[in-house]
């Protein structure tokens, strides 16, 4: 049953104290607010970068040529490191652990790609087969390139799913030939990838046909392996070992990391994780901190309403009213402010996140907050609202009649 005459008791309290309660309300209200704020922008920063990362295969090395940057064995500083088909070679026969290798060559600026009476211009990379798992590319139609493309120098290409809506439209691409720097190629497969819509701008073609077709020589601009489930410690092993390798066959020094740069994707992954961990651990800190502040407010307003209230208990108490009515009123009015400004910060937290999901910002893709977790702070906040109002409560139930009427 609801005792309409307590809750209108409550009411007249709050009405009586409109300033007091709202300013303590509105402290209650912020900490919720901000708890989901701060752990909803943490959560979308964090897919962000989950989603940066699922471009590529995390278990993975990328190897980029520099310059050597100090001098080795009577050799100047200043070398530019090349990469040819024999450095493939050469991490392809060496460890065990290499799971897909590929290298890269690219095309200066994009290429002219002519279908028709349609031409656009693309980038163009020339890959080998294990390109497809660095990437993690996902094939809508068709294949990818093999090794018999590459044996037999084919001329074949596969489109990105941009650019073969760009080029063709509805039409299915696979089977049809295109011109691409004056050579004729014809389309193999049509892939999907999950990183930047640009991804799927680019064309793939067989490396060694790139090779022979447009520089006429065995460069290799960029070389990638992935390792399966090699877990990190041995990932920095190959790391080394193959930095290593490529230090004997272009002679520079193992302690030059200008002469060749190698990314491990695995390492940088982890070091993220370690990031967002520590931004979770601050996230809750500042918003418990917030939290605990406006269970401070509630505790003084009402510690304040049992000030105020004294006669007025002091006659309850002569007409015979119970100490534990009297707790269960002033812990019900406690209750009540921190349940309703509560759950109106895990609203208002929620609405503006719902917002910000809205927006398209890279490194920042759906913020949001388990709702769980959103429910369970501001029962633990009520619960602390109600131990809050606990002091006060005993304290009024305490008061003598006599004493209390004679209060001014």
Known sequence: MIDYDKWQEIFTSIMRHKVRTILTALGVFWGIFMLVILLGAGKGLENGVEYEFQDDAINSLWIRRGFTSMDYQGLPEGRRIEFTNEDYDLLADAD?????????????????????????????????????????????????????????????????????????????????????????????????????????????????????????????????????????????????????MLAGRHQFAMEDRRAVWISNLAEEYQEFQGLFLAINLFVWFVGLGSIVAGVIGVSNIMLIVVKDRTREIGVRKALGATPTSIVRMILQEAIFITSLAGYAGLAAGVGVLAVLGQMEVQYFRHPQINIWVGLGATAVLILAGALAGWLPARQAASIHPVEAMKAD
């Open 96 to 244: 065990p652990g290499v799971e897909h290798l590929t290298g890269r060559f690219y095309l200066s600026g994009d290429q002219l790609l002519v279908y028709k009476d349609k031409e656009l211009s693309f980038p163009v990379r020339g890959v080998h087969p294990g390109h497809q798992f660095v990437e993690n590319t996902i094939m809508l139609r068709g294949r990818y390139i093999n090794q018999r493309d590459l044996d037999e120098f084919r001329k074949v290409v596969v489109l990105g799913k941009v650019a073969r809506e760009s080029i063709f439209g509805a039409e299915n691409p696979i089977g049809k030939e295109v011109k691409i720097g004056g050579a004729v190629y014809t389309v193999v497969g049509e892939y999907f990838d999950k990183g930047n819509p640009d991804e799927m701008r680019v064309v793939y073609l067989p490396i060694t046909t790139v090779q022979k077709v447009y520089a006429g020589t065995e460069t290799v601009h960029q070389l990638m392996v992935t390792t399966g489930d090699m877990p990190l410690p041995d990932m920095q092993r190959l790391e080394t070992e193959i930095r290593r």
